[in-house]
């Protein structure tokens, strides 16, 4: 969720919660008032009724608003506040009154006065102030609602402009500069951080690159003599067996260490992002085209291939990283596939699924696209080939599963 959303909405259900807590409080501060000003109504015209006796001696009767009879025998009785319900003829309904009542002496005789009035009015005129303000705060919410949304638009406007030059970033653009203008100090400071976190991240992406780049070249330059100079003494005539197996473990050490080389520069290059190329790459005629590579080895192993190749399968892709992909899944197939057993090679527009027979590993999958693990530790593979596959995934947005089924391990390329 977005941080402007997220705080409309909070301030939204704050202000919604306030609005409720000071609805309640206003409807009972406001039924306390009427409820006091009523009371005092109602001792004003009872003191009115008892004025009237006392003048003319003249009994007064209003029902239901004023009841006064004479009640010889009884004593002096104080006020009595009652809210009270009486049937009217008229609406055929109980209306509810507020009712005070007491018993008197007036001029040597008892009165009982019942002062009444309808808490109707009261009710109405308490529900109409309270609709009225509730329209009125509701209407202030939603208005300050608009207005803190309209506002936080504006003022995190430099934020998002931030935010989208960062989305262009690219440690290839060496004059890469946030060019978001803004007033706010924050976002100034913010601004200024940012720029020269990339740029030193550019730096260090340069100076890796060409560390790396260099590195390469001086490694493969001696490995080159050191191997040309191998092979040279392997053409000589009056060589004993043990110096040829010498030399020859020694070539053999030489092309490993080239081919790990290579294999590590790939990956680097992988992961910094420098394969920006794509174009449609015909992953069908690929596939085909680099499983005749290791048909000597699939036919040294005495294995059966299966293949289920959809013609004109096109991907946009960088075709180096395209061919790494399907010479590195095809050859370990064939490589760690049992003699005899089965290689099945399915390719469609959404999947590419190479598998090949063998017993169950008793390691996690998720080991097999480490760096430099092997199954067999004797094995004079360099445990990258399947690194290499998971980066080049990643990089295009693919996703690679393993799973063992049928005897049979199966690498599962989805586009």
């Given amino acids: 969720m977005k941080l402007l959303k997220k705080t409309n909405r909070a301030y939204f259900v704050t202000s919604a919660l306030a609005f409720i807590i000071f609805g309640v409080l206003i409807y009972f ?44 025998g009884q004593t002096e009785r104080s006020v009595v506040f009652v809210d009270t319900l009486i049937f009217d003829v008229t609406e055929k309904e109980n209306i509810p009154f507020r009712q005070i009542s007491s018993v008197v002496a007036i001029k040597g005789q008892m009165y009982l006065i019942i002062v009444r009035d309808t808490l109707l009015e009261k009710g109405d005129l308490l529900m109409t102030i309270i609709i009225a303000i509730g329209v009125v705060f509701a209407l202030l919410i939603i ?55 990339t740029l030193k991240v550019i730096s260090d992406y340069q100076s890796l690159k060409r560390f790396t780049e260099d590195a390469s070249h001086e490694i493969q330059t001696p490995l080159a003599v050191i191997q040309s100079k191998l092979e040279t003494l ?5 060589l004993k067996k043990d110096q040829a197996e010498l030399i020859k473990s020694a070539y053999s050490s030489v ?31 690929l596939l085909e085209e680099k499983i005749e590579l290791f048909e000597d080895q699939i036919n040294g192993k005495s ?18 990283l395209a061919e790494s992909m399907v010479v590195n899944l095809v050859g370990n197939a ?20 190479i598998s090949n027979s063998g017993v169950p590993f008793s390691v996690p999958p998720s080991k097999l696209f480490e760096r430099f693990y092997k199954i067999n530790s004797s094995s004079e593979s360099q445990g990258l080939g399947l690194s290499i596959v998971k980066e080049i995934c990643t990089l295009n947005g693919w996703k690679i599963d393993y799973l063992y089924e049928d005897n049979q391990h199966k690498f599962i390329v989805g586009f």
């Fill in 234 to 238: 392997m053409q000589y005539p009056d």
């Fill in 303 to 320: 294995l059966i291939l299966k293949k289920e190749i959809e013609p004109d399968c096109i991907l946009e892709t960088n075709f180096i």
């Fill in 29 to 72: 501060f406001l039924s306390f008032i009427f409820e006091g000003q009523l009371n005092e109504k109602l001792l004003s015209d009872r003191m009115s009724v008892i004025r009237n006796i006392n003048k003319d001696g003249s009994l007064q009767y209003f029902p239901p608003f004023i009841e006064v009879q004479k009640v010889p």
């Fill in 143 to 197: 208005s300050l609602y608009f207005i803190n949304k309209r506002l936080s638009l504006i003022l995190w406007k430099p934020f998002y402009n931030t935010l989208d030059n960062l989305k262009g970033f690219s440690q290839e653009k060496p004059d890469f500069i946030l060019s978001a203008e803004t007033e706010i100090d924050e976002f100034i400071e913010l601004n200024k951080t940012l720029e020269k976190l």
């Fill in 334 to 353: 064939a490589k760690h596939c049992i003699t005899g057993g089965i290689i099945s090679i399915r390719l469609d527009k959404n999947n590419l699924e």
């Fill in 255 to 285: 092309q490993r260490i080239s081919k790990l080389t290579q294999t590590l520069l790939l990956l680097t290059k992988i992961a910094n992002g420098q394969f920006p190329e794509k174009r449609s790459v015909n992953l069908s005629e």
